[in-house]
């Protein structure tokens, strides 16, 4: 069962979402919801071990750089774009 850490409220398009960091064993994972329910269906994962040799080789916080782009997809659409251009490719 994983455990909400951390919640990071946000506004784009007129609406407030929430992304939410959560610890699934030694797994953190970063999602982006809105009214408590996923916003899209990117989810971005990162073990403990690997955010900690992240932050030793890059000098960044592998989590922070994870909400970063979880935001940023919602900002600019980017599952929406994903879905339209793959519907019409079919």
Known sequence: MSTIVERHPFEA????YEVRITL???DL??????SGR???????HVD?????DFKLLKGKDAV???VRMAKEDVIQKRYERLLALLRRQS
Request: hydrophobic letters at 20%; a negative charge.
């Open 29 to 34: 994972c970063v999602r982006a919801y809105q």
């Open 13 to 16: 398009h007129g609406k407030t």
């Open 48 to 52: 403990l071990e690997t955010g900690h």
């Open 64 to 66: 922070n750089e994870l």
């Open 24 to 26: 699934d064993g030694a």
């Open 38 to 44: 996923p916003a899209n269906g990117y989810s971005y």
